[in-house]
C-alpha cells in the first residue's frame, strides 16, 4: 500500500529535550516536506526537499532542522523545542511528475511543556 | 494579508444540500489549484485538481477556477454524512514542490 508514515502519533516532552520525529515514504517520491497545522493559521510548511541532500526553508523554519541522507526519509529535527512549536505537524511527499498532488502521513501531535 | 483567504465556516447541512465551498487567493502566479479533505485525527488526502482555469468534474464533487477573479470554489452534491470533513484549499507554483494552504472550512453534513 501506498503511504507516508510519520512516527510517533503522540509525543510530550519539554522545553530543550532535542527529539526527531521520523518520516518514511514507499512510493518513491522525489519531493517530500514537512508542514505544522495551527488553528487559525492552517498548515505551513516549514522545510522541503527535492531529493537526497536537497533541503530548502519554507515558511517557518526558526527551530527545526531537517536532513535527507536516503530517498524515502526525511526527518524532522527540534533541537531545542520550546512550547511555540507545540503543533500538529504533517509529512508529505511528491513526485517530480507532479510536485503539487502531496500524500501526507497521519500526522504528529506534540506538545511541549 | 494572507495570499490564499478561505471561506471560515463552519458549515452545516442537511444530507442531499449542495454544498460551496471557496477560496480567494492574490498571487496570480499559481497555476495549480487543489482541495484536499480532512477528517479528524487524520492528515488530509488529495480530493480534487485542477491546472489554470476551468472545471472539473468528479462524481459528486466539481472543482472550479476562476484565474480572472482569483477564486476557486469546490461544489458538493446531493452531500453525504461521510462527507463531513475539514476541506482546505491550495494551490502552487509551477514545480515548486510548495502549496499554500487556506485556513479550512469545517462542513457536517447532518442525517
Known amino acids: 500500500e501506498a503511504q507516508v508514515t510519520q512516527n510517533p502519533r503522540y509525543l510530550i516532552t519539554v522545553t530543550g529535550k532535542k527529539l526527531t520525529v521520523t518520516c518514511s515514504q514507499n512510493?518513491?517520491?522525489?519531493?517530500m516536506s514537512w508542514y505544522r497545522q495551527d488553528p487559525g493559521l492552517g498548515l505551513r510548511q516549514i522545510y522541503y526537499?527535492?531529493?537526497?541532500?536537497?533541503?530548502d526553508k519554507g515558511d517557518v523554519p526558526e527551530g527545526y532542522k531537517v536532513s535527507r541522507k536516503e530517498k524515502r526519509n526525511f526527518p524532522l529535527i527540534l533541537e531545542s523545542p520550546s512550547p511555540n512549536q507545540t503543533s500538529l505537524y504533517f509529512c508529505?511527499?511528491?513526485?517530480?511528475?507532479?510536485?503539487?498532488?502531496?500524500?501526507f502521513g497521519s500526522g504528529t501531535q506534540l506538545s511541549v511543556l | 494579508q494572507k495570499e490564499v483567504e478561505q471561506d471560515p465556516g463552519p458549515l452545516s447541512v442537511p444530507e442531499g444540500a449542495i454544498v460551496s465551498l471557496n477560496c480567494t487567493y492574490s498571487?496570480?502566479?499559481?497555476?495549480?489549484f487543489m482541495w484536499y479533505r480532512q477528517y479528524s485525527r487524520k492528515g488530509p488526502e488529495l480530493l480534487m485538481y485542477?491546472?489554470?482555469?476551468g472545471n472539473k468534474e468528479d462524481g459528486r464533487f466539481t472543482a472550479q477556477v476562476d484565474k480572472s477573479s482569483k477564486y476557486i470554489s469546490l461544489f458538493i452534491r446531493d452531500s453525504q454524512p461521510s462527507d463531513s470533513a475539514t476541506y482546505l484549499c491550495?494551490?502552487?507554483?509551477?514545480?515548486?514542490?510548495?502549496?499554500?494552504f487556506g485556513d479550512g472550512t469545517t462542513l457536517t453534513v447532518k442525517p
Open positions: 491550495a494551490m502552487s507554483f509551477t514545480n515548486a514542490g510548495k502549496s499554500t
Open positions: 526537499s527535492m531529493n537526497v541532500e536537497v533541503t
Open positions: 485542477t491546472y489554470s482555469s
Open positions: 512510493m518513491n517520491h522525489e519531493y
Open positions: 498571487n496570480s502566479a499559481f497555476q495549480y
Open positions: 508529505a511527499s511528491s513526485s517530480l511528475d507532479s510536485p503539487e498532488k502531496l500524500f
